[in-house]
């Protein structure tokens, strides 16, 4: 009876009973896709449809001037703009990654072990999520300074290697794990890696590609570190490159702005689409609206 009842409620095939939901989601998300659409259409539009008033959401006159100005804007530099990308995935990359490992260990050892300063240094990482990133610019750059980071591929990773909000949320996920499973496990001698390895990672794995998420945007888009840590330009990334075109002519440079934008956002794009189900998995466990 439980079954037919949930089979109603969300029936694997179409039915008639979910048009009245598509009757109400449809309009939203045409709604949710028009700023996409519009961007995209905007790095294919000549100058005169970019500055066209009343704007037009869709291109008439469709042209790919504004990536060949983009690429060859780069190319006077005397850096191409490929090692802007390039140095900004290696970046994103590398920090994805570090971010993770030390996420996903600090969640464990916060929730399932004890020690003296567990509920403080908890404390601080809930602290810490009300810090926007103009309060620990000072301390940043001294840090980066004293360590001797300054101007090296260390700079872009530091500052972004731990996230608060990822902490929280793979913690939310890791407290939800049994105990009674990880003391099975350590009776049958496994070690805090192996359990790591073999309990924690595949339950915490929506909140994991959250954490992928999260991390990846706000690397991604970051252009502090090549703005205040990075002298030589062959070391800097592709968002302080995208943020360097409209300095001088904000009006001729509109064409490659759009350009520019569409190149930033696919990446996104496609870390969000191919994780989505499991970050809404993640926003309600941890009751996030």
């Known amino acids: 009876m439980a079954n037919f009842q949930g089979n109603r409620i969300n ?22 896709l028009i700023p996409v659409i519009f961007l995209f259409s905007n790095a294919f539009k000549p100058l005169g449809e970019l500055f066209r ?17 983009l690429m060859n804007l780069a190319g006077s530099t005397g850096i191409p703009m490929t090692r802007y990308f390039l140095n900004s995935l290696i970046v994103a990359t590398l920090t994805v990654v570090l971010n993770l490992f030390i996420t996903i260990m600090a969640a464990y050892v916060i929730s399932k072990k004890k ?38 591929w260390f700079a872009h990773i530091l500052p ?48 994991l590609a959250t954490s992928v998420v999260l991390t990846f945007q706000q690397v991604w888009q970051n252009a502090e570190s090549s703005n205040n840590y990075i002298t030589g330009e062959a ?11 409209g300095t001088n002519n904000a009006v001729a440079a509109a064409g490659m702005m759009a350009a520019a934008n ?27 609206k």
Do not use: C
């Open 11 to 32: 029936p694997s095939r179409f039915s008639k009973s979910q048009i009245k939901f598509h009757v109400i989601a449809l309009p939203l998300a045409i709604m949710m």
């Open 160 to 207: 972004l290697i731990a996230m608060p909000v990822g902490l929280f949320l793979v913690k939310q996920f890791v407290d939800g794990i049994p105990d009674a499973l990880i003391e099975a496990a350590v009776v049958d001698g496994a070690g805090d890696w192996v359990i790591l390895r073999k309990i924690i990672i595949p339950l915490t794995k929506p909140a």
């Open 115 to 152: 020690f003296k300063i567990k509920g403080a240094l908890w404390e601080v990482n809930q602290t810490a999520l009300m810090f926007i990133p103009t309060a620990v610019a000072i301390p940043r750059y001294l840090i980066i300074v004293n360590i001797g980071a300054y101007n090296t």
């Open 262 to 288: 569409v190149l930033m956002f696919i990446p996104n794009l496609i870390i969000f689409i191919s994780m989505q189900s499991k970050v809404m998995n993640t926003m309600s466990h941890s009751g996030i």
């Open 235 to 245: 070391l800097r990334t592709l968002p302080y490159y995208v943020g360097s075109i």
């Open 53 to 69: 008033f009343p704007p037009s959401i869709f291109v008439y006159n469709p042209t790919l001037d504004n990536f060949r100005n």
